[in-house]
């Protein structure tokens, strides 16, 4: 157990539509990371944020959203959902902005039929 | 911009064989280079990581990795596979250009047989 929290684990919706993904990063953790997962991209960097503020930006769509909150959880908002969304989406956390390897959580699995 | 790259998607080793999963480095400056592992259906575990504290970095689960910087590599290699090894393992360096985002590789699925 990495000890970082990730809501849903499974979403299956509709194209078109809005979903929200949750993460609580690990106890003391300040920077928290998104990334999706799908078989022909890999593992692709979406946003970053350090206490609160975004520090990063990776290939994120437009549609795409994030926040850390001042509870440090992070929320990643997906919407006007396509079928190319469909993938593994991943939150890391990390003890500092320059310092401290990933801790992954289990991912929440999207599917967008 | 520093990368990685993962040479070879798929690895198959019999069950005590070497295992020797490639990975190199571009980087301007000096690196900081991780491996991690994902079985089927959980998220990435760190195996180990690379700090430039010493060339030679040992990791969980009897893994260890060398970082060459001649040959811009940091393999990961393991003496004797073990069924439980089969898995997905990924190199990583962290950018340290400023966004200190973490850029992985593209993956290496290792097929342990019996």
């Known amino acids: 157990d990495s000890g970082v929290t990730q809501t849903p684990k499974h979403l299956i919706t509709a194209t078109g539509q809005r979903v929200t993904l949750r993460c609580s990063p690990r106890?003391?953790?300040?920077?928290v990371y998104w990334y999706q997962q799908s078989l022909d991209q890999g593992l692709q960097f979406l946003i970053q944020?350090?206490?609160?503020?975004?520090?990063a930006k990776g290939n994120i769509l437009e549609r795409f959203s994030a926040q850390q909150f001042p509870d440090l959880h992070s929320e990643l908002n997906l919407s006007s959902l396509e079928l190319g969304d469909s993938a593994l989406y991943f939150c890391?956390?990390?003890?500092?902005?320059?310092?401290?390897?990933?801790?992954f959580g289990e991912g929440s699995r999207l599917t967008v039929l | 911009a520093q990368s990685v790259t993962q040479l070879g998607s798929h690895v198959s080793v019999s069950e005590g064989a070497l295992v020797l999963l490639r990975c190199n480095y571009s980087?301007?400056?000096?690196?900081?280079l991780f491996w991690y592992v994902q079985y089927p259906n959980q998220g990435l575990q760190l195996l180990l990581k690379y700090t430039s504290a010493a060339t030679l970095v040992k990791g969980i689960n009897g893994f260890e990795a060398e970082f060459k910087k001649s040959e811009t590599s940091f393999h990961l290699t393991k003496p004797s596979a073990h069924m439980s090894d089969a898995a997905e393992y990924f190199c990583a360096v962290r950018d340290t250009s400023g966004t200190y985002k973490y850029i992985f590789g593209t993956g290496t699925r290792l097929k342990v047989l019996a």
């Open positions: 980087s301007s400056v000096p690196p900081y």
């Open positions: 944020y350090y206490n609160g503020e975004e520090r």
């Open positions: 890391a956390s990390s003890v500092g902005f320059t310092t401290g390897e990933l801790f």
């Open positions: 106890s003391g953790d300040l920077s």
